[in-house]
């Protein structure tokens, strides 16, 4: 059975790549190793030449090259406790909510490190922010009066609507329609069968 192995760590590659070579050596066939792995019938072949020329240690994971990056472990937490703690108006800024140019200002202005707004993205995804949508109430929202109107006016609209749709029921069931109360089809009784009516 074969598999993708880019998805395995550098370190989990580099040790099936030394078994591999090493089971070969002592005396396994190429073909039998590369089957019992699950890699592909050539995957092994250019690693039995480097371990031949250069020795087994040549398989060894390489050093990835790439620019490192611009802020340390600390100076990245520290971007998160501003985020959490506060909003931007804490320091300075006039607008209420992070957005990721914000958070780059904010950065070169205590750092005096430049991030792009797209590096300011992939930051905050590593620190597992994710962009959030603000609730919306209004500010003039009285939460003394939304709680006595959930508790005393909201049941009075609730009982007098079930009233009244007891009434309705009644009514229609006069006229020989079935409602149901619990959203089921109401069933039409007929002379010979029933058939289902929506209503």
């Given at each position: 059975?074969?598999?993708?192995?880019?998805?395995?760590?550098?370190?989990?590659?580099?040790?099936?790549?030394?078994?591999a070579v090493q089971r070969v050596f002592d005396g396994e066939s190429a073909a039998e190793v590369s089957r019992s792995l699950g890699l592909g019938s050539r995957t092994i072949f250019p690693w039995l030449r480097t371990a031949r020329e250069k020795g087994i240690e040549a398989l060894s994971p390489k050093i990835r090259p790439g620019r490192g990056r611009k802020l340390s472990a600390i100076e990245e937490?520290?971007?998160?406790?501003?985020?959490?703690?506060?909003?931007?108006?804490?320091?300075?800024?006039?607008?209420?909510?992070?957005?990721?140019?914000?958070?780059?200002?904010?950065?070169?202005?205590?750092?005096?490190?430049?991030?792009?707004?797209?590096?300011?993205?992939?930051?905050?995804?590593?620190?597992?922010?994710?962009?959030?949508?603000?609730?919306?109430?209004?500010?003039?929202?009285?939460?003394?009066?939304?709680?006595?109107?959930?508790?005393?006016?909201?049941?009075?609209?609730?009982?007098?609507?079930?009233?009244?749709?007891?009434?309705?029921?009644?009514?229609?069931?006069?006229?020989?329609?079935?409602?149901?109360?619990?959203?089921?089809?109401?069933?039409?009784?007929?002379?010979?069968?029933?058939?289902?009516?929506?209503?």
């Amino acid at each position: 059975m074969k598999y993708d192995a880019r998805k395995l760590s550098t370190e989990e590659q580099h040790l099936i790549r030394k078994i591999a070579v090493q089971r070969v050596f002592d005396g396994e066939s190429a073909a039998e190793v590369s089957r019992s792995l699950g890699l592909g019938s050539r995957t092994i072949f250019p690693w039995l030449r480097t371990a031949r020329e250069k020795g087994i240690e040549a398989l060894s994971p390489k050093i990835r090259p790439g620019r490192g990056r611009k802020l340390s472990a600390i100076e990245e937490e520290e971007v998160k406790r501003w985020i959490i703690g506060g909003d931007p108006r804490q320091y300075g800024f006039d607008f209420g909510l992070w957005t990721r140019q914000i958070v780059s200002d904010l950065i070169f202005e205590r750092f005096k490190i430049e991030l792009s707004v797209s590096s300011v993205g992939t930051l905050l995804h590593r620190l597992g922010l994710t962009p959030q949508k603000p609730l919306r109430r209004a500010y003039e929202r009285d939460e003394k009066a939304v709680n006595k109107w959930v508790k005393e006016v909201y049941p009075k609209i609730k009982s007098y609507l079930i009233t009244t749709l007891a009434k309705l029921c009644v009514t229609v069931y006069k006229y020989s329609y079935l409602v149901d109360l619990q959203g089921n089809t109401p069933w039409l009784a007929t002379r010979y069968s029933f058939r289902r009516v929506l209503v």
